[in-house]
């Protein structure tokens, strides 16, 4: 179903997004959202998609053809790497595993990092059906986000093509502006998680006790919104980070994202029990996928790098 789903997506144009930092990053983010609350698993592909075609904007790699469905595979483990060796040029071999590759089953082309012989990371455009590209059998046991088809891909050989210079992935201000673009499914996805508890509040039902989690849920949605307003606004203005406050920016909206994703998931299910996860099969999906989806935050150690950043800048 999240293939089809994305696929659809793709089809009809609704994954041709406003570029970050182009002037309309805010109607971007609201598109992105938008995406999460139809179905946060598909939301999760297709925001790895835009960002990827993002990237190579930025970079200066091929824009992808209209038919492509890209995925961005960065994610990196000390006992399982992705070695790349340089045949000629900007073409390299790849050879290794990579882990936690969404959509590895039904996307066609990737953006994978890998490790070069020097020790540096660079960026590298695959094309999926390449045959050393083998999608390993999944270890995925959670319902939460199954549709995503995240699993470890094993490269033999496979040529890939180097986009922009070793490092450029991580340095550029783009990477902040893309860990916004993810904080703005969250928020999509929490608000349709509280629909239920919006829908009670509406009702004659609705008791002192779950009006009092509404409003905590309302006041952190509100708040996530206008983070999300706020930081567009703000790279907009600054798209190349002359300020140097794109990761506090970033770290700050998803922190503020995050809570209200908490807020929806813990309240609404304080709030109505155990009725809607256990009788509205599509609200008790979107709980499980979003829960899962969350986790994208590192948490504690996330708020301990914003904690360092704002004790450097307490006037932002």
Excluded at 51 to 59: H, M, N, Q, W
Excluded at 115 to 143: I, M
Aim: glycine share 10%.
């Amino acid at each position: 179903m999240t293939a089809g789903l994305v696929q659809h997506w793709l089809e009809t144009g609704r994954l041709e997004l406003p570029m970050p930092a182009s002037g309309r990053t805010a109607e971007r983010w609201q598109r992105l959202a938008r995406l999460a609350e139809e179905d946060i698993a598909a939301a999760r592909i297709a925001e790895a998609h835009v960002d990827a075609v993002a990237i190579l904007g930025e970079l200066g790699g091929k824009p992808p053809e209209p038919s492509q469905l890209w995925g961005v595979w960065a994610a990196d483990a000390s006992d399982s790497k992705l070695i790349a060796v340089n045949i000629s040029g900007d073409e390299f071999l790849l050879n290794g595993t990579k882990l936690w590759c969404s959509g590895a089953g039904f996307c066609s082309n990737a953006l994978v990092t890998a490790h070069l012989e020097e020790g540096e990371r660079g960026l590298f455009a695959v094309t999926l059906t390449d045959p050393g590209v083998k999608p390993l059998p999944s270890t995925w046991w959670n319902p939460g986000m199954a549709g995503s088809d995240t699993r470890s891909v094993q490269f033999s050989n496979v040529r890939a093509i180097l986009i922009g210079e070793p490092g450029d992935y991580l340095s550029r201000p783009g990477f902040w502006h893309g860990a916004i673009g993810v904080a703005a499914c969250w928020f999509g996805g929490a608000r349709r998680v509280a629909d239920p508890l919006y829908r009670c509040a509406r009702s004659e039902s609705a008791d002192a006790y779950a009006l009092a989690h509404l409003g905590a849920v309302d006041a952190a949605l509100a708040a996530g919104d206008a983070m999300l307003a706020k930081a567009a606004a703000q790279i907009d203005a600054d798209p190349f980070d002359r300020s140097h406050t794109a990761q506090l920016l970033a770290r700050r909206v998803r922190a503020v994202v995050e809570h209200a994703v908490d807020e929806a998931i813990t309240r609404t299910g304080r709030a109505l029990g155990p009725g809607p996860l256990c009788q509205d099969g599509k609200h008790a999906q979107r709980v499980a996928d979003l829960s899962i989806y969350i986790r994208q935050s590192h948490a504690e150690r996330d708020l301990a790098e914003l904690g360092q950043l704002a004790g450097r800048r307490p006037d932002l």
